[in-house]
């Protein structure tokens, strides 16, 4: 589990995530916990969304801004947090700013 200061910050800063606990302190959300907000988006198939999951990585992490946007993410959790947020909610993370932007 992530608990480095970059996913804190990522994660306070997804008010969106935030509203669905009732938590005072930042919720860090495990891996599985983010699998499955999107899951429902992709009828309950894991086979789509690790499809999808793929293609966000080649596409999103690679392809479009060479290795670099990858190697940003220092863990599942944070890459799996960009991937939720860019799904529901179409924001990505900016480290320059250290916010979402959308």
């Known amino acids: 589990m992530d608990t480095g200061e970059t996913y804190i910050k990522q994660c306070a800063r997804a008010e969106e995530i935030q509203k669905l606990q009732t938590f005072t ?9 983010l699998q499955a907000m999107v899951l429902p988006l992709k009828d309950d198939d894991l086979g789509e969304l690790h499809f999808d999951f793929n293609l ?3 596409i999103d992490c ?3 801004l060479g290795d670099y946007r990858l190697r940003e ?21 900016d480290s320059e700013k250290e916010d979402w932007i959308g």
């Open 73 to 93: 993410y220092k863990s599942y959790e944070q890459l799996w947090l960009a991937f939720v947020m860019k799904e529901l909610y179409h924001k990505k993370w």
């Open 62 to 64: 690679i392809s479009k």
């Open 25 to 33: 302190q930042v919720w860090l959300p495990r891996q599985d916990q």
């Open 56 to 58: 966000f990585v080649e």
